[in-house]
């Protein structure tokens, strides 16, 4: 089921940032959906912006048919305020948190290529630890 969060209007905060960045885009896997939502944000204090929502629509331009290079462009030449609309659509987000999820346990297995012997045992002991807590 998809539901559109219409009107959502946002102003960049002091570094100039609406709060969200993006992935995907036309030609790619994914549509432009949010792939982080910075704590604290203009993204995050609306309150009804999550990770996975698809970006569709940003100050009336459909932003569905543009390729990831143009679809950053767009957002970095938006004023602020600007609005955006939002598709939420579940089968989406689960698939965007599975992908974010495999890249950070890729990202962790390279950061331990890379650490020396005694440091990597000493992180995986204090990862164990977590888990049993």
């Known amino acids: ?3 559109e969060v219409s009107d959502v209007v946002l102003l960049r905060d002091s570094d100039g ?6 992935l995907g ?8 959906v949010l792939c982080d939502v910075e704590p604290g ?3 995050a204090l609306n309150g009804n912006i999550e990770v996975g929502d698809q ?3 940003l100050n009336d331009e459909n932003l569905v048919s543009l390729t990831p290079k143009d679809l950053v462009s767009c957002i970095r030449k938006a004023p602020s ?10 089968a989406l987000r689960q698939q965007v948190l599975q992908l974010l999820e495999r890249q ?4 962790e297995q390279k950061m331990l290529k ?12 204090q990862q164990q630890q977590q888990q049993q807590q």
């Open 114 to 125: 890379r650490m020396p012997p005694d440091a990597r045992a000493a992180h995986l002991q």
């Open 81 to 90: 305020p600007s609005t955006f609309v939002f598709a939420k659509d579940e």
């Open 1 to 3: 089921m998809e539901e």
């Open 25 to 32: 885009g036309a030609g790619t896997k994914f549509p432009a």
């Open 17 to 22: 940032s609406f709060g969200f960045s993006v």
């Open 55 to 57: 970006l569709v629509k």
């Open 41 to 43: 944000g203009p993204a």
């Open 104 to 107: 950070r346990m890729r990202a």
